[in-house]
């Protein structure tokens, strides 16, 4: 019988490399901001993440001042939470938040904050799988494997406005029929939902039917050419149309409130 014999990382590399490694913590890359008078800590690990923490209010204004407006202790739902800025914030608001996000990389970042800010009364459970209409494996498309960033598209490697790209790396994920899978995890209906989810709207919606009759507001972005498509599936639902707020510079996408 062969005995296990421990063989210390010492020997294996050089003392420059391991000094390396033990000089690493990712609490020295932490940035701590004050977003309407509330206090949060972020993982910053590059400078779109440092940019993230520290200009949230200047991203998406329009999606603070509705979060804003909503009761606290509201069931909020996240589809696409990324490295979660705003369910964060909406947790520190005292809403109950479920936040979804599909990425395995962004994910990290967003239990990470989750985990900084820790102990300031917040509710927000994190989920790793994409909101769809089945249950299913499915392929996310990285335009670009760098922390934080957007165009992680759920299919397909096509942006928002339908171009094609070459990913830079393909992840292999869960998608869940939203309706269903809430019920058998005994999560909480939604009464406010926030869906992002870069091209992959139509199964997120459908998969979620239910759910939305039962909701009183959802803030979505929405590409132009998707706006009339989409727009006809949410007044189906009984949702009007509220608010549509251009996401920063980019043209032709929207930011849309739908409330019942």
């Not at 509705?66 to 964060?88: H, K, M, R, T, V």
Request: charged share 25%; net charge negative; glycine share 6%.
């Amino acid at each position: 019988m062969k005995t296990w014999k421990h063989v210390p990382v010492e020997s294996l590399v050089s003392a420059d490399v391991l000094a390396q490694a033990e000089q690493f913590a990712l609490g020295k890359y932490t940035y701590e901001s004050q977003v309407r008078g509330l206090n949060f800590r972020w993982l910053a690990l590059s400078k779109r993440l440092l940019w993230m923490a520290a200009g949230i209010e200047h991203i998406e204004p329009e999606l603070l001042d509705w979060i804003d407006q909503i009761p606290e202790s509201s069931n909020y739902y996240d589809f696409g939470a990324s490295n979660g800025i705003f369910a964060l914030y909406a947790a520190k608001r005292k809403l109950k938040v479920v936040a979804i996000e599909p990425d395995p990389s962004n994910y990290f970042l967003l239990s990470q904050n989750a985990f900084l800010n820790r102990g300031d009364d917040v509710d927000i459970s994190a989920f790793n799988v994409a909101v769809s209409d089945r249950f299913s494996v499915g392929k996310l498309y990285i335009h670009n494997m760098d922390l934080g960033t957007h165009e992680k598209i759920v299919d397909a490697p096509l942006t928002v406005s339908g171009e094609s790209f070459v990913p830079q790396h393909v992840h292999t994920i869960q998608l869940v029929h939203f309706d269903a899978w809430i019920k058998q995890l005994g999560l909480p209906a939604p009464k406010y939902i926030k869906i992002d989810v870069d091209g992959h709207e139509t199964p997120a919606i459908d998969g979620a039917t239910e759910s939305l009759r039962g909701c009183k507001e959802v803030f979505i972005e929405i590409e132009e050419a998707k706006m009339a498509e989409l727009s006809a599936r949410f007044e189906q639902l009984g949702f009007k149309l509220i608010a549509k707020h251009q996401v920063q510079k980019y043209e032709g996408l929207w930011n849309c409130i739908f409330a019942h």
